[in-house]
C-alpha cells in the first residue's frame, strides 16, 4: 500500500466540534485505516467560529486579548481579540454575540454592541489594522448595535437612542454618525462567509432569520426593520455580503469598512494552496453542507483550490443536502450514526468513524 499525503482542512461543525477537533477526530479516524499516511492538519474557518482560533495557530508571536462586554442578549460576557505583530487586530463576531450565547431564541431584541465593543478595544490598544470575522450572529439587527458602541447614535423621532436589536430598528428615525471613531490607519476589513445581500428573498431575515428562532411572521418584522435602517444610512443594501451575520456587513460598511471572502483570507494564511501541494488526498467538511456552502463558505474554498491543483476532494459533513457532483467520497456523519442527535452528541467519535471508512476504500 502506498503512502499518501492527505490533508485534513475541515470547517467547524457548528454546534458540536471546532475545527481543531474536528481535524484531531478525521486525522484519528484516518490513521487508523491508513497508519502510514501523511497527515497535513489545517483547521480552517470562513470568518465564523474558529476565525481567531485559525489565525493564532499560524501567526508566530501573536497574542490573545480578552474584554467583557454586552453580549448578544444583554447579559455580559468575555470575549477575545488577537493582536498580531504587524499591528492588525483580528477579532470574531461570534465570541462576542454569536448565537451560542444565547441564552434562548430572542431574534429581535438580540444585538451586535459587544461586536461594537470588542472592536473598540482592539483600537484603543493601537491597532493599525482590523480584520473581523463576521459569522454566527445571533442577531439580525443590521449591525446597529456595533455602530452605536462605536460612537454612532441610533434615533426615534424624538432624537431618543432606539432600543437594542431589530426592534429598534423599527422606531429608527435617524443614524448619526459624527461621533463614530476613526478607522484604524490601514483600516477595516470584514471577512465573510456569504455573499447574501441586505435584503430580499436572499438576505439578512429571509434565509438567516429562522436559524435565529425566526418565524414566519418574525421573519417579516425583522425585514421590515433593516429596510427601514437601510433607508436612513448611505450605504447600498444590494452589496454582496452585506447581509453577513444579521446584517452587521451592512452597518459596518457605513463606518467604512471593505468586505472580503473569509474562507479565502484564512485559506491565505494558513497556506492551503502549498498544503496542497504534491497532496494525494484533502478531505474537508462542515456541519451542514446546503445551499449557502457554494456562497463563499470553507469547503467551497477548499474544492475550488483543490481543483485546481488537481487534487481529489472528500468531502464529510454532519449533514448533506446539497450535490456533491464532483466530489472522490462524500460521507454524512448523520447517515453514518443513524439520526442527527447520535451524530451531533457523539461528533468526534462519528467524525472518526467517517474518515476510517473513507480511508478504508482509497485505492489510490
Not at 493599525?128 to 441610533?154: C, I, K, N, Q, Y
Not at 475550488?304 to 491543483?309: E, F, H, I, Y
Amino acid at each position: 500500500m502506498s503512502r499518501l499525503r492527505v490533508v485534513l482542512a475541515p470547517d467547524s461543525f457548528k454546534g458540536s466540534l471546532g475545527a481543531s477537533h474536528v481535524t484531531a477526530a478525521l486525522a484519528a479516524g484516518w490513521s487508523r485505516s491508513r497508519p502510514d499516511d501523511q497527515i497535513v492538519a489545517l483547521p480552517l474557518a470562513d470568518g465564523g467560529e474558529g476565525t481567531l482560533d485559525a489565525f493564532e495557530r499560524v501567526v508566530p508571536g501573536s497574542m490573545r486579548h480578552e474584554v467583557v462586554v454586552e453580549g448578544p442578549d444583554g447579559r455580559p460576557v468575555t470575549a477575545p481579540w488577537l493582536e498580531l505583530p504587524d499591528g492588525t487586530a483580528v477579532v470574531e463576531l461570534a465570541s462576542s454575540c454569536g448565537l451560542g450565547l444565547m441564552g434562548a431564541p430572542a431574534p429581535h431584541d438580540a444585538n451586535t454592541r459587544g461586536l461594537g465593543g470588542v472592536i473598540r478595544a482592539a483600537v484603543d490598544a493601537g491597532a493599525e489594522r482590523l480584520l473581523v470575522g463576521l459569522g454566527g450572529s445571533a442577531s439580525t439587527d443590521g449591525g446597529a448595535g456595533a455602530l452605536a458602541a462605536l460612537g454612532a447614535r441610533v434615533v426615534d423621532s424624538l432624537g431618543e437612542p432606539v432600543v437594542p436589536g431589530n426592534r429598534g430598528l423599527s422606531t429608527a428615525a435617524r443614524v448619526d454618525l459624527s461621533g463614530l471613531m476613526a478607522l484604524p490607519a490601514d483600516g477595516v476589513t470584514l471577512l465573510v462567509d456569504v455573499d447574501s445581500p441586505l435584503l430580499g428573498y436572499t438576505g439578512a431575515a429571509v434565509v438567516f432569520g429562522p436559524q435565529k428562532g425566526a418565524s414566519a411572521d418574525d421573519v417579516l418584522a425583522l425585514e421590515r426593520g433593516l429596510e427601514r435602517f437601510a433607508s436612513l444610512l448611505d450605504v447600498d443594501p444590494a452589496t454582496p455580503g452585506a447581509g453577513a451575520a444579521g446584517g452587521a456587513g451592512f452597518g459596518l460598511l457605513a463606518w467604512g469598512a471593505r468586505l472580503e471572502p473569509g474562507a479565502v483570507a484564512v485559506a491565505d494564511a494558513v497556506r492551503l494552496s502549498d498544503a496542497l501541494t504534491g497532496a494525494d488526498v484533502v478531505v474537508t467538511g462542515e456541519g451542514r453542507f446546503d445551499g449557502q456552502t457554494a456562497a463563499g463558505k470553507t469547503v467551497s474554498v477548499v474544492r475550488r483550490w483543490a481543483d485546481g491543483q488537481g487534487v481529489p476532494v472528500v468531502l464529510v459533513a454532519g449533514v448533506v443536502e446539497a450535490p456533491t457532483d464532483g466530489f472522490a467520497d462524500v460521507v454524512s456523519t448523520t447517515q453514518l450514526a443513524g439520526d442527527v442527535l447520535e451524530s451531533t452528541t457523539r461528533a468526534s467519535f462519528w467524525l472518526e468513524e467517517a474518515a476510517a471508512l473513507v480511508a478504508g476504500r482509497w485505492a489510490r
